[in-house]
């Protein structure tokens, strides 16, 4: 039987070949469970039809949109309309926004000094200078000093609780709490704030060494040899190993598919020493061009020994990647 075309009513933009009747839910999922994501994700799938002008990113039932252009007024076109339309999918779709947690930020100084405001339906939104996305605090300049700062000062607070507890511990329940509690703290979204400054870089180190020298008693080793003992890497070694993994994905096609064209291998009609090599994207910046992800993973790729690249099973190139310690890694698998 063929079904006619239904355009709900008050949505212009929402046409279906097919619809069900609206029937009342009377029980639904365990908070947690499996199935409430997907059902939510079903329901949740068409929004991507309604963005004409702008990317779209969502996480759960969290929606985020990003536009980039020369000119901010177009930037502020593109953005105000795809979200009125976002807005009045939500409205047809019997959900409400809430205009009170709308935020918006332009990245660059020449950006944010424009005071760019969004205009809404009579909602004005304008363009804070941090702003807080799933968990990660992003800045105009995408230096991450707040983030960093944020993490820094609650894993401070969580290795304090360690110290006090400290007593009631053998080595290994302390390690433990290290790994469960004040590690995740630099193990979530690294790769968003891993090109933060050199200072930060340091400011993340301590909190580690700090950690080790209380869980060791050792107040008078190096870091270096505290490392050693622990068997643990560096902060920084630790994401551009996670950068690494990344790329290792990207280019296998494991990763989403947005993330497809970040990384492409060199296409080139000359034989080389080394095989697997990706494309080093050229730069113009250092903040958006060297400190981007497009430029260092490709850099860290092609420095990586060879049997690393040429590595066809995941699980054994996640076995060699743990082992690697930077550039001047002489571990047994580099060597």
């Known amino acids: 039987m063929d079904w006619p075309s239904v355009t709900i009513e008050g949505c212009e933009h929402c046409v279906v070949e097919y619809i069900s009747n609206w029937q009342d839910i009377y029980k639904g999922v365990p908070q947690g469970s499996i199935l409430g994501p997907v059902l939510f994700n079903i329901f949740l799938n068409d929004i991507f039809h309604f963005t004409t002008s702008s990317t779209l990113y969502n996480y759960a039932d969290d929606n985020t949109l990003a536009h980039a252009d020369d000119n901010i007024d177009k930037v502020v076109e593109h953005l105000e309309k795809d979200s009125l339309a976002l807005i009045e999918w939500f409205s047809c779709n019997q959900m409400k926004a809430n205009p009170d947690k709308f935020q918006a930020i332009a990245i660059g100084k020449k950006s944010m000094d424009k005071n760019i405001v969004l205009d809404l339906a009579g909602n004005k939104i304008k363009c804070e200078k941090e702003v807080k996305l799933l968990g990660v605090t992003i800045d105009f300049e995408l230096k991450f000093n707040s983030h960093i700062s944020n993490i820094c000062k609650k894993a401070s607070r969580q290795l304090n609780v360690l110290k006090r507890l400290g007593k009631y511990l053998n080595k290994l329940g302390k390690l433990t709490i290290y790994h469960s509690f004040i590690?995740?703290?630099?193990?979530?979204?690294?790769?968003?704030?891993?090109?933060?400054?050199?200072?930060?870089?340091?400011?993340?180190?301590?909190?580690?060494?700090?950690?080790?020298?209380?869980?060791?008693?050792?107040?008078?080793?190096?870091?270096?040899?505290?490392?050693?003992?622990?068997?643990?890497?560096?902060?920084?070694?630790?994401?551009?190993?996670?950068?690494?993994?990344?790329?290792?994905?990207?280019?296998?096609?494991?990763s989403p598919s947005y993330l497809h064209d970040l990384i492409k291998i060199k296409d080139t009609k000359y034989c080389f020493r080394y095989d697997n090599i990706t494309e080093i994207p050229s730069v113009r910046t250092t903040r958006y061009g060297l400190k981007s992800f497009r430029y260092a993973a490709a850099k860290l790729w092609n420095e990586l020994p060879n049997h690393f690249r040429t590595q066809t099973s995941f699980n054994q190139f996640k076995n060699l990647i743990n082992s690697w310690n930077g550039n001047s890694c002489r571990c047994n698998a580099c060597c």
Request: hydrophobic share 40%.
């Open 183 to 254: 590690l995740s703290n630099f193990n979530f979204c690294p790769l968003s704030w891993h090109f933060c400054s050199e200072a930060n870089t340091n400011k993340i180190e301590k909190i580690q060494e700090r950690a080790l020298r209380f869980i060791y008693n050792d107040y008078n080793s190096t870091y270096e040899n505290l490392l050693i003992v622990s068997k643990l890497p560096t902060l920084k070694v630790r994401r551009l190993r996670t950068m690494a993994i990344e790329v290792y994905k990207i280019l296998h096609q494991e």
